[in-house]
């Protein structure tokens, strides 16, 4: 609990930090809500408003057809409703990529710590294939699989596993210098010398104390993964429509920018807002994990309170 409450406490003195937990926590609560929060409108993603359109399939009106009855304006040729498909969409981006993330965390933490650990031939293998996926262009190979999956397999779940794979690389190399550093500690030659086996110093051992860096590793990573299902929804290989995304918005909304920017505007801010904030959240919170920061911090606490020519000043220094 003290722990706990020492990473909230520097969290909420760092502004970036806590804007993001914020930023964060808003639209995780429009994901959960997000039937109540269009029904304040009467909206939905998927109802066709024809009548908000002109001849052209452009939205009648400033900014993008908008008004007391669709917020955020309606979408060119089918007249749906703008906010309704952005606080939808915030379910797609953020599940992606926080599923994508656990797929390529848990992969990356199990290749990383068991070659770590084991080294020899199994590190040196392991090693090469972690080099060989980094050096990949991931988002072609992304691309083809997407497109050539069957119809009938879900897009979500595809996504989800598609980007998952190709994330885990990077979190086995992190995982991996840890484990290595940690590997002649005494702590662990002394399980080994007591006779405990190896999945013992695995996962009792070394998985906890390599644990910060992966939490902090995965919240820098949840961004990535939910830039990434937007790219692939932009470029048409994500969810198939009407079902609301971010990135197919966006893609869609490159067309008509000459017309009306303030179409692209709104999902685009969106995606770069949870974007923003995850990663100062998650710069936060590797401050608030690492040591040498909480040192730091201690010495510059005490030295302020131990100014000259206040009482008590002197028995400090002299202490």
């Given at each position: 609990?003290n722990g706990?409450g020492s990473?909230?406490?520097?969290?909420?003195?760092?502004?970036?930090?806590?804007g993001?937990?914020i930023?964060?926590?808003?639209?995780v609560?429009a994901?959960?809500?997000?039937?109540?929060?269009?029904?304040?409108?009467g909206?939905?993603?998927?109802?066709y408003h024809?009548?908000?359109l002109?001849?052209?399939?452009?939205?009648k009106?400033?900014?993008g057809?908008i008004?007391?009855?669709?917020w955020f304006?309606?979408?060119p040729?089918?007249?749906?409703?703008?906010?309704?498909?952005?606080v939808y969409?915030s379910?797609l981006?953020?599940?992606?990529g926080v599923?994508?993330?656990?797929?390529a965390?848990?992969i990356?933490?199990?290749?990383?710590?068991t070659?770590g650990?084991f080294?020899?031939?199994y590190?040196?293998i392991a090693?090469?294939?972690v080099?060989?996926?980094?050096?990949f262009?991931?988002?072609?190979f992304?691309i083809s699989?997407t497109?050539?999956?069957a119809?009938?397999?879900?897009?979500?779940v595809?996504m989800?596993l598609?980007?998952?794979f190709?994330?885990?690389p990077a979190?086995a190399r992190?995982v991996r210098?840890?484990?290595?550093?940690?590997?002649q500690r005494?702590?662990?030659?002394?399980?080994?010398a007591?006779?405990?086996?190896d999945?013992?110093v695995?996962?009792?051992?070394?998985?906890?104390n390599?644990?910060?860096?992966?939490?902090?590793?995965?919240?820098i990573l949840v961004?990535a993964m939910i830039g990434?299902?937007?790219?692939?929804?932009f470029?048409?290989v994500?969810?198939p429509?009407?079902?609301?995304s971010?990135?197919?918005?966006?893609?869609?909304?490159?067309a008509?920018?000459s017309?009306?920017?303030?179409?692209l505007?709104f999902?685009g801010?969106?995606?770069f807002?949870?974007?923003?904030a995850?990663n100062?959240f998650?710069d936060?919170?590797?401050?608030?994990?690492?040591p040498?920061v909480n040192r730091r911090?201690?010495?510059?606490s005490?030295s302020?309170t131990a100014?000259?020519?206040?009482?008590g000043?002197?028995?400090?220094?002299?202490?």
């Amino acid at each position: 609990m003290n722990g706990l409450g020492s990473v909230w406490g520097h969290i909420r003195r760092d502004p970036w930090a806590l804007g993001g937990v914020i930023v964060v926590g808003v639209f995780v609560l429009a994901a959960i809500f997000a039937p109540l929060i269009t029904a304040i409108n009467g909206q939905d993603p998927y109802t066709y408003h024809l009548h908000a359109l002109d001849g052209s399939g452009a939205p009648k009106g400033f900014g993008g057809g908008i008004s007391w009855q669709h917020w955020f304006g309606v979408e060119p040729l089918t007249g749906r409703d703008l906010f309704a498909i952005v606080v939808y969409g915030s379910r797609l981006s953020l599940t992606v990529g926080v599923l994508a993330t656990a797929v390529a965390v848990a992969i990356g933490v199990a290749v990383g710590l068991t070659a770590g650990y084991f080294g020899g031939w199994y590190d040196r293998i392991a090693s090469r294939v972690v080099d060989v996926m980094l050096g990949f262009p991931s988002l072609i190979f992304m691309i083809s699989l997407t497109a050539i999956a069957a119809a009938a397999f879900p897009r979500p779940v595809l996504m989800v596993l598609v980007i998952g794979f190709f994330g885990w690389p990077a979190v086995a190399r992190v995982v991996r210098g840890q484990t290595l550093s940690l590997r002649q500690r005494t702590f662990v030659v002394a399980s080994e010398a007591m006779g405990a086996g190896d999945g013992h110093v695995l996962w009792r051992q070394l998985l906890p104390n390599v644990g910060a860096t992966i939490i902090v590793y995965a919240t820098i990573l949840v961004p990535a993964m939910i830039g990434t299902e937007a790219a692939l929804s932009f470029l048409g290989v994500g969810v198939p429509p009407p079902t609301p995304s971010w990135g197919r918005t966006i893609g869609d909304a490159v067309a008509w920018f000459s017309t009306d920017p303030a179409y692209l505007a709104f999902p685009g801010g969106a995606l770069f807002l949870v974007t923003l904030a995850l990663n100062a959240f998650g710069d936060g919170l590797r401050d608030a994990l690492d040591p040498r920061v909480n040192r730091r911090r201690g010495i510059r606490s005490k030295s302020t309170t131990a100014e000259p020519g206040k009482p008590g000043a002197h028995e400090e220094v002299t202490a």
